[in-house]
């Protein structure tokens, strides 16, 4: 219903027909009505006319708005007084707001229609909440600048808004200004080469509501996801290590939103925050708690792991358990820099203490039983009281283990009974080995049975042999990046005497050049000499002669001061082949006991590449062995009954 009156010809008809039209067209007369409601009013004249409703058309004669506050009040017309109003978000969003616009239009049918068209496209859009509404006039190069086109942009993109039921007018922003600069693109330039889009309209936005939540940050890790979406309940995170100042808990507080407004006078009312959690559980005094206006957040104050009892939170850095399997805990990864200390209890020598599959990591453990198969275990320090299995791997700065038929890898590693089992570190301490292989800079083992491989770069020391089959070999290869050190040096050398070649061969044949037009360049400079003191001017051509000359012998110059710095860089690099290839020479194998017979002796040169061995007899009295460097570059294993330095 209209506000201000209704069009007089209302009836509604059946939908006309093409034919209809036709005979109709001719007939039609422009109407004039107020309305609240154009898109409704256009479907009645095409109903009481048999007009298609797509023939026809309006153009805008007047427009009225008006509002009020209250149910109960009279509705006041949105004049200049009343205009600021409705840029107060207070005003706006008052809940009995209400506005209407009452439209006087003329009703024309299109193909009837005499007004000028312009080849200008606009294009309306809007946000999700038609809060913000923009228009877009696409680029034209057909469009010709003339007085009329300012109304007509404005005209079209009001009849759109209208078509949209957005109100015109009070919500619009500089719309004006914006369709002024398009006018001055076109008067300037001839044509509109680029789209141009600015905002039409533009209310209040309404602020989504904050609901409260609860967020356990330490327990991210726990029943985690693979890049296939797929969940490890091997891992579904026991131990949740913490660092210091992590936040572990955090509480987001519910937030009020805020009612919006939108482009077509619509109050957006949004719902009230959900409050679905409480705080209902206490911390110590190793958790603290920060609040502020929006959230309150549990940080630890130490490193650990969160331990939950009761409803009471708290950090711990030490744990006790009896196993560590799938059915009880799970892997446990609390990184190895979390300070976090584990005790596993478990020392039935016929149950895995760690169990088949398994994964720890930790900054220290204490495992009194054994460790499963497939089970990996990663620390700072690590002592392994039982057995490891063999297809078990250990890795532990400091580590120490009872019976070793894994792999272990570290910086020290200490083993009782070496059985089949795999070691790589620095240094390697054993008391007994019946099988395996040991790599390290130094190895240390007191009872050598049969069947080991200990290869180190250093040293390799023997209290007592028992057995045979075993092969002691000195290797530097074994230390970490040794091998790529080598051939990295041996790259630079062989590079560096290719370019001495080429040096050398340019020296010599600068040398020749100069020495074979020495003679006439003397003769030239006293040629030239001459004159200057006879007050000539020299030709150019003696002069050229004579800075060609000066810059060959520079050039010879420059040549030979390049040779003299590859020579020094060579013999740089030779002597660190040489210290490199020192501690070859330098290292020691040791046995305190005689030697029994086919056990193999090694000693490995990579540069040049020499190996030299040596197999032991029975009886054998050779307590220290090493290799020595002989007059013709020939290298021999040299054995003393006693031990001495080197």
């Not at 009070?170 to 001055?184: G, W």
């Not at 050039?555 to 020192?582: D, G, M, R, W």
Request: charged share 35%; net charge neutral.
């Amino acid at each position: 219903m209209s506000l201000f009156g209704k069009s007089k010809e209302t009836d509604m008809h059946p939908k006309p027909t093409e034919q209809q039209v036709d005979k109709k067209q001719i007939e039609f007369q422009n109407i004039i009505v107020d309305t609240e409601n154009v898109n409704q009013e256009l479907k009645n004249i095409s109903s009481v006319k048999n007009i298609p409703v797509n023939k026809l058309d309006f153009s805008l004669i007047s427009f009225k708005s008006v509002f009020k506050t209250h149910t109960e009040d009279d509705w006041a017309e949105v004049d200049e007084d009343h205009i600021n109003l409705f840029k107060d978000e207070d005003f706006l969003l008052n809940e009995e707001l209400e506005v209407k616009q009452q439209y006087k239009i003329e009703i024309f049918h299109k193909d009837l229609n005499k007004e000028p068209k312009y080849p200008l496209e606009i294009i309306l859009g809007g946000n999700k909440y038609l809060t913000k509404i923009v228009a877009t006039i696409k680029k034209s190069l057909d469009i010709k600048y003339c007085s009329k086109l300012k109304k007509y942009i404005i005209d079209q993109i009001n009849k759109k808004m209208i078509r949209q039921s957005m109100f015109i007018s009070i919500f619009q922003s500089d719309m004006e200004k914006e369709v002024e600069k398009i006018i001055s693109k076109i008067r300037v330039n001839g044509f509109l080469d680029e789209d141009s889009t600015f905002i039409v309209c533009h209310c209040l936005d309404p602020k989504k509501p904050i609901d409260d939540d609860l967020i356990f940050h330490y327990r991210k890790n726990m029943n985690k996801k693979d890049d296939q979406g797929r969940i490890d309940y091997a891992k579904r995170g026991y131990v949740q290590a913490v660092k210091r100042g992590d936040v572990l808990i955090e509480y987001i507080k519910a937030k009020e939103g805020k009612n919006g407004r939108n482009c077509r006078g619509e109050l957006l009312k949004v719902s009230p925050p959900k409050q679905r959690y409480e705080i209902n559980f206490t911390v110590s005094d190793n958790i603290e708690r920060k609040e502020d206006d929006s959230k309150i957040v549990f940080v630890a104050k130490k490193d650990g792991y969160v331990n939950q009892e009761g409803d009471k939170y708290d950090i711990d850095d030490q744990m006790e358990l009896n196993e560590i399997s799938f059915k009880t805990t799970g892997s446990i990864e609390a990184d190895i820099n979390s300070n976090v200390k584990i005790n596993i209890k478990e020392k039935d020598a016929l149950k895995d203490a760690i169990g088949q599959g398994m994964s720890v990591e930790t900054s220290e453990i204490q495992v009194e039983g054994n460790i499963g198969s497939g089970a990996t275990v990663r620390a700072k320090r690590a002592e392994i009281g039982g057995q490891t299995h063999k297809t078990a791997k250990i890795y532990a700065d400091d580590l120490s283990i009872t019976v070793h038929r894994g792999y272990a890898e570290g910086k020290v590693v200490t083993v009782k009974r070496l059985e089949g089992g795999k070691i790589n570190a620095q240094m390697v301490k054993v008391d007994q080995a019946i099988g395996g292989e040991i790599i390290a800079e130094k190895i240390f083992v007191d009872q050598l049975v049969s069947n080991v491989t200990l290869i180190a770069s250093d040293h390799i020391e023997i209290t007592k042999l028992k057995g045979s089959n075993n092969r002691l070999i000195i290797d530097p290869s074994v230390i970490h990046g040794f091998q790529e050190k080598i051939e990295e040096l041996h790259k630079r050398l062989k590079k560096l005497e290719s370019s001495m070649q080429i040096t050398k061969k340019s020296i010599k044949e600068k040398k020749m050049i100069i020495e074979k037009n020495r003679e006439s360049a003397e003769l030239v400079k006293e040629r030239i000499l001459e004159l200057k003191k006879n007050g000539q001017e020299p030709a150019k051509t003696l002069l050229k002669k004579i800075r060609d000359f000066q810059q060959m012998v520079n050039t010879h110059n420059a040549l030979l001061q390049k040779y003299k710095k590859e020579q020094e860089e060579k013999s740089e690099i030779q002597k660190e082949i040489e210290t490199i290839q020192a501690s070859v020479l330098n290292a020691k194998i040791i046995n305190h006991s005689p030697w029994t017979e086919y056990n193999e002796i090694k000693f490995v040169l990579l540069s040049p590449k020499v190996e030299v061995t040596h197999t032991t007899k029975t009886g054998e009295i050779a307590k220290e062995m090493t290799l020595e460097k002989l007059e013709e570059g020939e290298y021999n294993i040299s054995r003393k009954s006693e031990f001495g330095s080197k």
